[in-house]
């Protein structure tokens, strides 16, 4: 299983940034999607969670301004992130919990950095 992620980059505060990530290999079925964020100096935080049918949550501090979704047909999980702050600067990485033949196991994205400056 390999988890692919697109999206980071540079922007302005008040800018927007989307991002995604693509689950590929032997996957029966997705159970949670979500998405983390690590700034510097900082331990690793839950940004939002989506559940297979759709439920979603998310950290206090981008309610509002972040979107997750999923997509189950392209096993693929997005972050629309808008009214980016510099404090929303971080490396994200999504987590995937993949469902095999008789597995369960969660799966981390590489990372993609993105830098929101002020």
């Known amino acids: 299983v390999q988890l692919q992620g697109f999206g980071g980059g540079l922007v302005w505060a008040g800018g927007s940034l989307r991002l995604s990530c693509a689950a590929s290999?032997?996957?029966?079925?997705?159970?949670?999607m979500g998405w983390y964020r690590q700034a510097p100096g900082k331990q690793r935080e839950l940004v939002a969670s989506?559940?297979?049918?759709?439920?979603?949550d998310y950290a206090e501090s981008v309610e509002g301004r972040f979107t997750i979704s999923r997509d189950n047909a392209k096993n693929t999980v997005y972050l629309q992130m808008n009214s980016l702050k510099a404090e929303d600067t971080a490396v994200y990485y999504c987590?995937?919990?993949?469902?095999?033949?008789?597995?369960?196991?969660?799966?981390w994205g590489q990372g993609t950095l993105v830098t929101v400056s002020s």
């Open positions: 987590k995937v919990e993949i469902v095999g033949p008789s597995w369960n196991q969660n799966y």
């Open positions: 290999g032997r996957i029966f079925s997705i159970n949670n």
């Open positions: 989506i559940t297979p049918r759709g439920i979603t």
